[in-house]
């Protein structure tokens, strides 16, 4: 961030009566003017800490760990030469680029409440949380992953296709309807809403640009119709996360006191005083999470985790009924493509996931989703495995970006130089002895695709729009 911003006046004094006395004003403004530490979050769908910390290492990264997330670090390169979203550890799904501040969000989600079998993202694009809920749940139950801007919808799902989700199910509403749609469905529910995004000052010059009172009370009764959706879609019993970006207490502290103000008892505030060491210097008296930039050197962030106790009368709304154009799969159809899977690229079906079917078209879904595809249109759910065709199945990137592991027998190591080429979309001939059928490309033993062996050379399966042609990694 330059240091010679300049802050709206009006938004001075409105920060003034929002700062707690303990805290600043002139800390406050030197902490936006200073640049965001980068920092980043390993997918443990794909990588474990301890193994990720080895790659880093020896690519002469330093990792700091943000003390509120497990898996989140902030990082500093030696070579910055090379954007981290072109290393080949990013684009092989095994980190999330993600601002600290944002990884609290979802470790309030999972703070006491770790089997959650049934999770609802509100508003989810581009992917760094729902990746990280994922993550959390092991890729277990189902994760409706829901965004309200279509032309986002693809960015989220390339997201997680790149970091190995298959539990998630993909929606593209306004995210106001789920509490008539579905009420009391959901475990959890993760509501980061949209905001006026004072907190991210410190990486957007242009975040004041259309700053005003009148936008933030504007906003704020968006919110406040999101969180009530929230509860209602959410079971007697269950945690919502409420998060912001953003630092005035009217789409804060005032949106979750709305929601206690409608339903009364039935709404309990968690406090996150304990939630990681020292979180209290950031706690307000109800036990929110204020986050201002100065305290922990990060974006300014909001989040409040609530409890259900009790059921508020919820009621599900009429809806048409809608065609659904899949069809579960028989138990021969199901055995015959997991023997064709396990046959051809040493890949297992997993238990959590069930075979459904749409003309050619071979679909892993969610076994948790089944009780509620009638009651909702949904984009794209868990993933696409193969087309048939009169030989057998043709299966598809996602598959092995999803399942394979880089030990499977059928893997084929490619060097540097041959990598580059296949993120380019070009075949490659690699110097080995040449194997029948399908396999698993790896590169520094991440699956980083599907290829066939044609002749001498591997026939590139990446999806279009994944080919990447500038600045990619060195090594």
Request: proline residues 5%; aromatic residues 8%; negative net charge.
């Amino acid at each position: 961030m330059h240091p010679n911003i300049v802050f709206p006046e009006l938004f001075l004094k409105h920060m003034e009566h929002t700062l707690p006395s303990h805290l600043s004003m002139n800390d406050f403004i030197e902490a936006c003017k200073r640049p965001l530490r980068r920092s980043i979050r390993v997918n443990t769908l794909k990588i474990s800490v301890d193994d990720f910390k080895v790659r880093a290492a020896e690519k002469g990264w330093t990792l700091s760990p943000v003390p509120w997330c497990e898996t989140g670090f902030w990082i500093e390169e030696t070579d910055s030469s090379v954007p981290l979203g072109n290393t080949a550890e990013h684009m092989s799904g095994l980190f999330y680029i993600q601002e600290a501040s944002s990884m609290l969000p979802v470790t309030a989600l999972f703070d006491e409440d770790r089997e959650l079998s049934r999770v609802l993202d509100m508003a989810a694009a581009p992917g760094s949380k729902t990746t990280q809920i994922a993550a959390a749940m092991e890729n277990r139950g189902v994760l409706v992953a829901n965004e309200y801007s279509a032309s986002r919808v693809k960015v989220l799902h390339a997201n997680l296709l790149r970091c190995g989700v298959y539990n998630s199910a993909l929606t593209n509403f306004d995210a106001r309807v789920f509490g008539g749609w579905l009420p009391e469905t959901f475990d959890a529910i993760l509501l980061d809403a949209p905001c006026s995004g004072e907190g991210t000052i410190r990486k957007d010059a242009d975040a004041f640009a259309n700053w005003s009172l009148e936008s933030i009370n504007d906003i704020a009764n968006t919110q406040k119709d999101l969180i009530e959706s929230a509860f209602h879609a959410l079971k007697p019993g269950g945690i919502i996360v409420y998060s912001t970006c953003t630092l005035s207490r009217e789409e804060n502290q005032d949106v979750c006191h709305h929601i206690k103000s409608l339903f009364g008892d039935a709404v309990a505030f968690e406090p996150l005083n304990q939630l990681f060491e020292n979180a209290g210097d950031a706690c307000t008296e109800e036990g929110f999470l204020h986050v201002f930039p100065q305290i922990f050197d990060s974006e300014g962030f909001f989040v409040a985790r609530i409890r259900k106790t009790q059921s508020v009368g919820s009621e599900m709304v009429k809806k048409r009924p809608r065609n659904f154009p899949f069809q579960k799969a028989s138990t021969k159809d199901v055995d015959a493509a997991a023997k064709a899977l396990k046959d051809s690229l040493q890949l297992t079906i997993p238990k959590s996931s069930n075979i459904w079917l749409r003309d050619k078209e071979v679909w892993m879904f969610p076994e948790a989703i089944e009780d509620i595809l009638p009651e909702i249109k949904f984009d794209r759910i868990g993933l696409k495995l193969a087309e048939t065709h009169k030989n057998g199945y043709r299966w598809q990137h996602e598959t092995v970006m999803a399942l394979a592991t880089g030990k499977e027998a059928n893997c084929v190591e490619l060097s540097v130089d041959d990598a580059k080429e296949w993120y380019m979309g070009r075949d490659v001939r690699p110097e080995i002895t040449p194997i029948k059928g399908e396999i698993i490309i790896c590169y520094r033993q991440q699956p980083i695709g599907i290829g066939k062996w044609v002749g001498n050379r591997i026939k590139n399966g990446l999806p279009r729009e994944l080919v990447r042609d500038v600045n990619l990694f060195l090594a």
